[in-house]
């Protein structure tokens, strides 16, 4: 059983300070964020793709999750997933939305604010059919955020989709696609002993051409 109160005050971390200041960093948020992710592939992270979504639903309430960042460029950050879903509504509700990667064993995460949009069909269609068959046939089964029964049901209906497919190609689903995150603000977190930690933040000029880098109190 547990106690009235759990302390979890012991619980800490001396990080390692890496030097993380505005010289150092890229002129683009963009090839900082490259600069970064790939250091985190060479680490050899856990899913360094993943990062928590947060959206809003109607009523403002925040929604966290965590989805996976399948590719970028300038054009932003994107993901995949079912459009009746929940994060889907929030974002077809309000299309401001934030995520986070958080890279833990580096002492690092980055923030990343801006606008989701559905990308087009046809760019959908490019990532689907990269995908393995198994996940292809999951997009099929899933009606993501419904509520099922069993998960008997769901893996019958997956062997059933199997069997009507067969051999041949699986469509895009027409409930299926990407969103793309066009960012407006990134943040750039670096651990530093005695918690003095490095957090810079990129944001849009005046003129929105070029990005202004500051630093933040930690």
């Known amino acids: 059983m547990i106690s009235d109160k759990m302390d979890l005050s012991a619980l800490r971390e001396e990080y390692a300070h890496q030097e993380h200041d505005i010289a150092t960093t890229a002129l683009c948020p963009y090839d900082q964020f490259q600069r970064w ?37 300038k054009k932003g950050f994107v993901f995949f997933t079912n459009y009746s879903s929940r994060k889907a509504s929030h974002i077809a509700n309000n299309a401001n939305v934030s995520v986070l990667f958080p890279w833990y064993p580096l002492h690092r995460q980055v923030e990343i604010s801006g606008v989701s949009e559905r990308v087009s069909t046809a760019e959908s269609l490019k990532y689907f059919a990269s995908r393995p068959r198994g996940s292809q046939l999951g997009a099929w089964v899933s009606r ?29 689903p027409s409930f299926w696609g990407g969103y793309r995150i066009r960012p407006c603000r990134f943040e750039f977190w670096q651990g530093g002993t005695s918690r003095l930690h490095d957090r810079i933040v990129y944001q849009p000029s005046t003129d929105n051409v070029a990005w202004d880098r500051l630093r933040l109190a930690p």
Not at 164 to 172: H, M, R, S, V
């Open 144 to 172: 993501q955020s419904e509520v099922v029964s069993s998960r008997s049901l769901l893996e019958a209906k997956w062997q059933e989709l199997k069997r009507k497919f067969g051999d041949g190609e699986i469509p895009l």
């Open 37 to 73: 992710f790939q250091q985190a592939v060479d680490a050899q992270l856990t899913e360094p793709n993943a990062m928590v979504l947060c959206t809003v639903n109607q009523e403002n309430h925040p929604s966290v999750r965590t989805v996976l960042l399948k590719y970028f460029d």
